[in-house]
Each structure stands twice: as structure tokens, then as C-alpha cells.
């Protein structure tokens, strides 16, 4: 029927005629994406975005204030590392009071502003929830110490065993913790030995006991009643350990990656990671979440897990057939590339996540960089930055950065000469801003890590100005996550993707019948040839700074075309 009806009609005529059978069709489901599928979301570390008081510490106002240039590059969600009270053992991911804001990063009048700032600008606000520990500092593990009414098990306490060699006292198993060293530390005070899967100030909850999910649970509401969109929950691998009926924990074995017995991965996490209770937190708190939006009405209140995990495990935190879980767990597919990343390998870390969750779920998401992690730019290769970023925002579903990777920040390796040296603090470095002083992160004498060196060239000032900078470059994909082609990825159709070569990989993204795109990226230093990938003529939309051509020039892709080494271009065709 389309067919004979569009003969007679102008091309333009016919796309309008077109998009509107699409929808009457209910072919197009472009509006049922829910906003968190298809997000563009962007990661905030509070410390080192933006500084309002001089302080050398970036905090909340700093934050607001910055909110505008958020929505500039085509920001739709924020997720800001934990602004809670914290002694900072481990830069506020060791936790207080969970419903205070840390005094370095300001009120609970600055943080109300502030999401109510980001949702005038039609910006999601993602707060970071800390399920499996607390800080040592925090009144429920003092509590706990005590064997207050209702906190005695609130923590993972034990008696430990004793030696029959040297009848000393041991930890109740060979645990190593994340942070290398004995999982257990004996408490004078109690008696006892505690289990930290992270640092000893960050003792774990034990998620057993139903007064801790009561705890939980009152803080997830208590930012939702501030007007918080979502949570991205933390540490998700951990939240329980293998407890035998009797009330023993097992050893783990010796994993045979190292000889260093003190190394975390000296065993192999078989009683410490993954166990098969985890998810079921997760199925707890999306029938509150839910049912909270039930009551409150408004947008998907929705789960991000932080969990480097198989996607087999991954699978059964969204959904295990019987109960439904976290919207998005990270892919960190990406965050393993390095600077020997190449088309392939891409392909092989996009079908590792899509064959699973994509065929299982429809959902993907593309985490490239973050606080735990060394920058992109300096991971993959400068060369490579800006590819990645296209690619990050070419797949289907949603894209995740780390705040500074939009202008390619670098790792900055300074010596050590603070306080508290942290292995992750080369990619924790105040946000570049400008040249001006401090980057333009903070008017202080003096930053909490000093500013990357290469600051005076590296700005978003700078790369503003610049045609085909990094940012400019993140800001016309961001600009395609909006288009109709981009937004169809839930249709039949919607998306491909492949390595077309052992260094080029490709992308398309489909609205049928209205307009293609297409991402040609080269990994390589050599030169590649393409023959014949379809008979269409398309236009350069986006560029990278290897690319030889200009924004508008077509190209016949009937013919055979070259690619640049390390050139990274978007295409264009419409009907
Ligand atoms: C998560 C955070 C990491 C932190 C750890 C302990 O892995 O991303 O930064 O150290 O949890 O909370
Ligand atoms: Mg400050």
C-alpha cells in the first residue's frame, strides 16, 4: 500500500508522509524508550569537578554552577560519586551518616538547589547508594561494637578460630580484602574480628540481617523525597559471603595468579564475590522503587549496578525470570580495552555483552572510563580518544563518562606528596576548565590533587573554539542520541554493528525508509580500504581530527573509499 501512494510525491512530502504512517503503525518506538535506555549520562567525582569556596575540594554549589555546561554538551542524567558524611579513608565511599551531606561538599540547602537547578534544565540526578559497607566512624558499627538492642549483627562479626599449632587466634578464614591484606580485623573493644571486603574503615553490613534492609530502605527514601531520580548502587559482587550453616566461613583457594599471599588476587573469589544472593537485594529494592512511583507518580525512579561481573551473572540482576532487578548493570566491556584496542576486540567486547543482555533484555549501556579506572585518553591512546567517544554514543542504549573524559583528560602521575595517595588518584585530577589558575577548578591557593600539568591546553575553554576538539566531538554525538535513527534501536532493524576488518569497525543506525547513519572508525596506524559497502552517498557529519575530509563533503560508498589511520568519521544518508 506505501508503496504506490509515495510514487507521485516529492522526497520531502514523502518523509513527512512516511514518519507519520510510521507512527500511526505503531511502528516507531522511538517514544517508548524509557529515559534511562537511552540516556546520556555523565559522571560527577565531587571532589574534582568544581570548587566554590576556594577550599582546594570541589563541592555541590560547585557543582550547580557547573549544571549549565552539563546540559551545553548533551548531558541527560549526572550520577555524582557519594557526597555523604565520610572521613574520606576512601574518598566518601566510606560513609557516616548516609542522609548528611559531607561538610566539604556543603548543605542540605545547597543540595536541595542543586537538584532543583538539574531539573530545570531537564537533567536526571543519580545519587551513589552504598549498600555493602560503612565507614568504621559510623554510629551503626559503633552501635554494633557496643551489641546495642538490634545492632549486634548489623555487622559481619566473628570469634575467628584458634591455631592447634600456636593455639593463637586467627581469622575465621583466609579472606583477602580488595585492598590486599587479612578481610578480617579483630575489634579489643568487642572481641571479635569483622569482615571489610574493601579497606578495615569500611566494614561490610551484614545484608542477612532484616534491620539492615530496613536501614537501606529508609535511606533510598529519604533521597527520593529530596527529589533524587535514581541510584547508582555500588559494590553490588560483594554483598554477601559464603556462611555455612554453622556459622563457619570457608577458605578460598589459592587462584595461582601470584605468589604474594597477601594479594587480593591470590584466591579465587569463589566464597567472596558473586554468591547468589546478591541479586535479590536488587529485586528488594525494585519493588520499592516501584512501588514508590506508584505513589509519587513521575519518571522511572531506576537502579544502576555497579558490578564487574560475567554478564551471565549481570543477566540475573535485571531479571532472573521470576523476580526483576536493576535497570542498567555498567557494561565495563570497554573500560578493559587498551592501547593494543583494536576493531575486533571492540567487536568481541560488544557481542560479549550484547549476545546476553541485548538478546535477553534489550538493554546495553557503554562505560568507558571512571574513578577506578585509568582515563581513556591515556588507556586506549590519545589517538584513540575521540573514536571511542563516538563509539560510546553509536551503540544502541545509553553511554556513561567520567567527567573530563568529553575533552580527553589524561592520567597525571604527579609524585605523591599529599596526605592520603590513593593508586586511583591519576584519574581523579580537578576537572580542566580553562587556563586560567587551578584549570578554573578552584580560586584556593592549593588543590586536593594537583591539576594536570597540560591544563593551559586542555580546556573546555579552549576546545570550545576548536571545530573538531574532543568536546565538540562529544557534543555532536550526544546531539545524534537525540536523532529519530538513533531512537530506534528497540526496532527491528534499528542498529548493526562489526568489525569490517581486523581495525575497522562500523556502525549503522537505522530509522528505515528515513535516514541511516553510519561510523566508520579506524584503530589502526595503517591506511584501510573499503569496498562497496552500499550503494548509498553520504555526508560527513562528524569527524575526527584524522580525518582528511570536511563536515559536508559526500562520499559514494559504492566505490572504494580509504580511511586515515586513526580517522573516525560519522556518515550521513537521508531519504
Ligand atoms: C566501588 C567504588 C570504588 C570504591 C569501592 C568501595 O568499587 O567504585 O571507588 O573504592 O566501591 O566502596
Ligand atoms: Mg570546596
Redesign the pocket.
Known amino acids: 500500500m506505501t508503496q504506490t501512494v509515495f510514487v507521485a510525491m516529492s522526497s520531502g512530502t514523502l518523509r513527512i508522509v512516511q514518519i507519520l504512517l510510521l507512527c500511526a503503525c505503531g511502528a516507531f518506538a522511538a517514544s517508548d524508550v524509557d529515559w534511562w535506555e537511552s540516556a546520556t549520562l555523565y559522571q560527577i567525582y565531587p571532589r574534582s569537578f568544581m570548587d566554590s569556596d576556594g577550599d582546594g575540594v570541589g563541592d555541590l554549589n560547585g557543582i550547580t554552577s557547573r549544571l549549565p555546561f552539563l546540559k551545553e554538551i548533551g548531558v541527560t542524567a549526572t550520577w555524582l560519586s557519594p557526597i555523604y558524611e565520610s572521613p574520606m579513608a576512601?574518598?566518601g565511599?566510606d560513609i557516616i551518616n548516609f542522609t548528611k551531606i559531607e561538610p566539604l561538599f556543603g548543605t542540605m540547602e545547597d543540595f536541595d538547589a542543586m537538584v532543583a537547578k538539574a531539573h530545570e534544565l531537564g537533567l536526571k540526578i543519580i545519587l551513589d547508594f552504598?549498600p555493602?559497607?560503612s565507614s568504621d566512624e559510623c554510629e551503626w558499627f559503633q552501635k554494633s561494637i557496643r551489641r546495642e538492642d538490634g545492632y549486634d549483627d548489623f555487622y559481619i562479626w566473628d570469634d575467628g578460630k584458634i591455631d592447634p599449632q600456636t593455639g593463637e587466634r586467627v581469622p575465621p578464614s583466609n579472606w583477602n580484602s580488595e585492598f590486599n591484606g587479612p578481610a578480617w580485623t579483630w575489634n579489643e573493644q568487642r572481641q571479635q574480628y569483622y569482615f571489610h571486603w574493601?579497606l578495615s574503615k569500611?566494614p561490610d553490613f551484614n545484608l542477612r540481617s532484616p534491620m539492615v534492609h530496613q536501614h537501606l530502605i529508609e535511606i533510598m527514601k529519604f533521597w527520593l523525597e529530596r527529589g533524587v531520580d535514581a541510584f547508582r548502587i555500588?559494590?553490588v559482587p560483594h554483598f554477601f559471603e559464603k556462611r555455612f550453616d554453622n556459622g563457619t566461613y570457608p577458605d578460598e583457594p589459592p587462584s595461582g595468579m601470584t605468589n604474594d599471599t597477601n594479594s587480593n588476587r591470590y584466591y579465587d573469589h569463589i566464597y567472596t564475590k558473586d554468591q547468589p544472593e546478591n541479586p535479590t537485594i536488587l529485586y528488594e529494592w525494585r519493588e520499592f522503587l516501584d512501588e514508590y512511583q506508584r505513589q509519587h507518580g513521575g519518571d522511572t525512579r531506576a537502579m544502576v549496578a555497579?558490578a564487574y561481573a560475567s554478564v551471565n551473572i549481570l543477566s540475573d540482576y535485571i531479571n532472573n525470570g521470576t523476580h526483576v532487578g536493576t535497570q542498567l548493570p555498567m557494561n565495563f566491556n570497554f573500560v578493559f580495552l587498551r592501547n593494543t584496542a583494536s576493531a575486533r576486540m571492540v567487536q568481541l567486547l560488544a557481542d560479549n555483552w550484547m549476545n546476553v543482555m541485548w538478546t535477553k533484555h534489550k538493554v546495553a549501556n557503554w562505560v568507558v572510563g571512571?574513578?577506578?579506572n585509568s582515563r581513556p585518553a591515556t588507556r586506549i591512546g590519545e589517538q584513540r580518544a575521540d573514536m571511542m567517544t563516538i563509539i560510546a554514543h553509536a551503540m544502541p542504549g545509553t553511554s556513561v563518562t567520567y567527567y573530563g573524559d568529553e575533552i580527553g583528560m589524561t592520567d597525571y602521575d604527579a609524585e605523591c606528596t599529599w596526605a592520603s595517595c590513593d593508586f586511583?588518584d591519576p584519574e581523579r585530577t580537578p576537572m580542566q576548565w580553562d587556563s586560567t589558575t587551578n584549570a578554573g577548578f578552584s580560586k584556593g591557593n592549593s588543590t586536593w590533587l594537583p591539576v594536570n600539568s597540560n591544563y593551559k591546553t586542555l580546556n573546555v575553554q579552549r576546545q570550545r573554539g576548536i571545530a573538531r576538539s574532543t568536546l565538540n566531538i562529544y557534543k555532536a554525538m550526544t546531539a545524534l542520541k537525540k536523532t529519530i535513527a538513533f531512537k530506534s534501536f528497540k526496532e527491528e532493524g534499528g542498529f548493526s554493528y562489526e568489525a569490517l576488518s581486523e581495525q575497522v569497525f562500523q556502525i549503522i543506525r537505522t530509522a528505515p525508509n528515513i535516514e541511516e547513519y553510519r561510523v566508520l572508525a579506524n584503530f589502526g596506524g595503517q591506511m584501510e580500504y573499503l569496498d562497496g559497502l552500499t550503494n548509498k552517498t553520504m555526508e560527513y557529519v562528524v569527524l575526527n581530527s584524522y580525518s582528511p575530509h570536511r563536515y559536508g563533503d559526500k562520499v559514494d560508498l559504492s566505490k572504494r573509499i580509504y580511511l586515515m589511520p586513526y580517522e573516525a568519521v560519522v556518515l550521513r544518508w537521508v531519504a
Open positions: 576512601d574518598m565511599y552504598v555493602n559497607h574493601f569500611q555500588d559494590a555497579e571512571n574513578h577506578d586511583r
